[in-house]
């Protein structure tokens, strides 16, 4: 079994900065991509940011020079550091993690930009 948990989301003022943690735990004896996601109330789920097992990173374009994705050093344990947050940026923000042919997802964390 695999768990995924996120952590780390709240209520910001625009132009604020966050950052998220996803831990991923159980049967896992590598060092898979792990990606963040998000949904906003009413749309679909969308691709924010992935990492590699070594560290290799990739954006969207939304997101793309205010967020950054890292990874503890031979840990399923990323971070979402995310900054200048804008009112756009309101969704559910998820974390996964492919194992061989299954992605599992967290439940999510509550991210909310407003004055």
């Known amino acids: 079994q695999v768990q995924v948990v996120e952590s780390g989301g709240g209520l910001v003022q625009p132009g604020g900065s966050l950052r998220l943690t996803c831990v991923a735990s159980?049967?896992?004896?590598?060092?898979?991509?792990m990606d963040w996601y998000r949904q906003a109330p009413g749309k679909g789920r969308e691709f924010i940011a992935t990492?590699?097992?070594?560290?290799?990173?990739d954006y969207a374009d939304a997101v793309k020079g205010r967020f950054a994705i890292s990874r503890e050093n031979g840990k399923n344990t990323v971070y979402l550091q995310m900054n200048s947050l804008k009112p756009e940026d309101t969704a559910v923000y998820y974390c996964n993690i492919a194992i061989r042919s299954t992605i599992y997802w967290g439940q999510g964390t509550q991210v909310t930009v407003s004055s």
């Open positions: 159980g049967s896992i004896s590598t060092l898979p991509p």
């Open positions: 990492i590699t097992g070594g560290g290799i990173a």
